[in-house]
């Protein structure tokens, strides 16, 4: 069985920093691209930033300078490193991971942890 589980969300006042963690477990051969999303109430789930295995990153301009994502690929981790936090930023950040397993490639989603930022 495979699981997502992301951890490091909380609240935190505007201006501050977090550090999102998602590792990957179970019977995985290779962790390809992962990624981070958000959706915040009442609106639909929006990309934040994605990796591939070879450290290819893509970020949404929303966060770009303000976000970083990196990986570790030993550890099927990875990590999202959100700094001058703004409240706009407060959602459920979920993580999203494209794992091979048995030779089969699929999408998984992790539970979610929430990140809140008070004005």
């Known amino acids: 069985q495979v699981q997502l589980v992301e951890s490091g969300g909380g609240l935190v006042q505007a201006g501050g920093s977090l550090r999102l963690s998602c590792v990957a477990s179970?019977?995985?051969?290779?962790?390809?691209?992962m990624g981070w999303y958000r959706q915040a109430p009442g609106k639909q789930r929006e990309f934040v930033a994605s990796?591939?295995?070879?450290?290819?990153?893509s970020a949404a301009d929303s966060v770009k300078g303000r976000f970083t994502i990196s990986r570790d690929n030993a550890k099927n981790t990875v990590y999202l490193q959100m700094n001058s936090l703004k409240p706009e930023d407060t959602a459920v950040y979920y993580c999203?991971?494209?794992?091979?397993?048995?030779?089969?490639?699929?999408?998984?989603w992790g539970q979610g942890t929430q990140v809140t930022v008070s004005s």
């Open positions: 179970g019977r995985i051969s290779s962790a390809n691209t």
């Open positions: 999203n991971a494209d794992l091979l397993l048995t030779g089969v490639l699929s999408n998984y």
């Open positions: 990796i591939s295995r070879g450290g290819l990153t």
